[in-house]
């Protein structure tokens, strides 16, 4: 496992700009391209970014739990180990508890292959919040500079807007809007832009159901 470089300065600023793209894309997301949903349940949107080819993927469904069960399970390396079938291995590299309240990581994420992207790293910095309406959210930033890339696989990168955001919907459930905006590198020329935002949405798809599979067992 790679080191991060010490002590490590988390983002704030960068990572509070990522906030507000969040906000701005959980009232913007039903008026993007509704696309065929891979997952049944689960509203899935994709939407254009300036510059480049790469879509921006977003899924919204529910799940049967409350907030703050969901966002365990999506930010803590253990349990997210234990139900996400697309993760090869998810390292915390440094933690920050802010006085607000937020809760900053350092992560290396590691993903299996997808369709025909071989394995991949992401090293991302985050930010996790409570919201005064009892929602709980995540946003992520590229942090490649902060650690050595792995050998074992090709670093890939995360643009500002990745991020996801569980809210109370009710009866003891939640609803997750979930968002990827990535490209996964490697190669000379990279992997071609469709075979990546098609691996993306294969991405949610497992991952939304992965997720269900487990809110479904008894709470720990």
């Not at 997301?29 to 891979?38: G, M, N, Q």
């Amino acid at each position: 496992m790679a080191a991060a470089s010490a002590p490590y300065a988390f983002p704030a600023a960068r990572l509070e700009s990522c906030a507000a793209l969040l906000t701005a894309d959980l009232a913007a997301v039903r008026s993007w391209r509704a696309e065929k949903s891979p997952c049944e349940g689960v509203d899935f949107f994709t939407t254009s970014a300036p510059g480049t080819s790469l879509r921006k993927n977003a899924a919204v469904g529910r799940l049967a739990c409350a907030p703050a069960r969901a966002a365990r399970l999506l930010f803590e390396s253990g349990p997210r180990l234990a139900w996400d079938s697309s993760a090869a291995g998810l390292d915390e590299l440094a933690r920050e508890a802010a006085p607000g309240g937020d809760t900053f990581a350092l992560l290396s994420v590691r993903q299996k292959r997808v369709l025909v992207v071989s394995p991949r790293e992401f090293l991302i910095a985050t930010m996790m919040r409570t919201r005064p309406d009892g929602g709980i959210f995540a946003v992520a930033t590229d942090a490649g500079g902060a650690a050595p890339p792995r050998t074992d696989c090709i670093r890939g990168e995360v643009f500002d807007g990745s991020a996801w955001c569980v809210t109370p919907a009710g009866d003891g459930e939640c609803e997750l809007f979930y968002t990827i905006f990535a490209d996964p590198r490697g190669g000379t020329f990279g992997v071609p832009h469709a075979v990546v935002n098609a691996a993306m949405a294969s991405t949610i798809a497992g991952f939304f159901k992965d997720l269900r599979a487990e809110v479904a067992k008894p709470a720990a």
